[in-house]
């Protein structure tokens, strides 16, 4: 069965850009996974703890016949290869792939929980989310993606831009 799952993709260790394009290559090349949808790259301020570099954040539609846990391993396996390592909570990181909505499946597992349970309070996913499924309703959070967006308040939203490649030759 084809299935239909968001995934959102940060990083702020350089190289920033070549982390988003080494992640979207491995899931590109699995043969299981097919990217239908890509949102522009974000330029973000560091939500959470706060004392470190700006994010870029992005997120992908896929569609696969993967099952949730089967995908959150693909996530992970990615993460590892490219040299993720977990210290500090919210803290650095080469690349974070996270689930965001898998079909309108509702999971709740310390392993996987879909929708993801932060999604809704965070522009760097609900801007780029917006981008490429304005209309993609999430029950559990009580509307639609755009409605979410227009729930936020203005301040949290003003720290995501969208960021350009002229902005990798200037860096
Ligand atoms: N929807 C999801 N997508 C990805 N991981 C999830 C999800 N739900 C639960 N997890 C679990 O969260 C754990 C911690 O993930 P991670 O270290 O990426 O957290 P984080 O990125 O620091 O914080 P956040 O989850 O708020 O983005 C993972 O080991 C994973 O099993
Ligand atoms: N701007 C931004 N801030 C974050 C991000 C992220 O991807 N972008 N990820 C976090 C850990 O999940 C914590 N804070």
Same mark, same amino acid.
């Given at each position: 069965? *084809?299935?239909?799952?968001? @995934? ?5 260790? $350089?190289?920033?850009? &070549? ?5 979207? +290559?491995?899931?590109?090349?699995? $043969?299981? @996974?097919? @990217? ?6 974000? !330029? ?7 004392? !470190?570099?700006?994010? /870029? ?5 896929? $569609?696969?016949?993967?099952?949730p846990y089967k995908l959150l391993d693909v996530c992970q396996n990615i993460e590892s290869q490219l040299g993720r390592k977990r210290d500090i909570r919210y803290g650095p990181r080469t690349i974070d792939l996270d @689930? /965001? ?29 917006? $981008?490429? +499924? ?6 559990? *959070?009580?509307?639609?993606?755009? &409605?979410?967006?227009? =729930? ?5 939203? =003003? ?10 030759? &200037?860096?």
């Amino acid at each position: 069965m *084809m299935n239909r799952a968001f @995934i959102a993709l940060g990083t702020n260790i $350089e190289p920033r850009y &070549d982390h988003l394009k080494e992640a979207i +290559a491995h899931l590109s090349k699995n $043969e299981v @996974i097919k @990217i239908t949808k890509q949102s522009s790259i974000y !330029q973000t301020a560091p939500v959470g703890y706060t004392n !470190q570099a700006d994010f /870029l954040n992005m997120v992908v539609e896929v $569609e696969t016949t993967l099952p949730p846990y089967k995908l959150l391993d693909v996530c992970q396996n990615i993460e590892s290869q490219l040299g993720r390592k977990r210290d500090i909570r919210y803290g650095p990181r080469t690349i974070d792939l996270d @689930i /965001l909505v898998y079909n309108e499946e509702n999971n709740r597992t310390e392993r996987l929980t879909i929708p993801h349970p932060r999604m809704h309070e965070r522009a760097f996913v609900l801007i780029p989310l917006e $981008e490429i +499924a304005p209309s993609l309703i999430l029950p559990s *959070m009580g509307g639609a993606v755009n &409605d979410l967006l227009n =729930k936020l308040p203005e301040i949290d939203k =003003k720290d995501v831009r969208l960021w350009t490649q002229q902005e990798l030759v &200037d860096e």
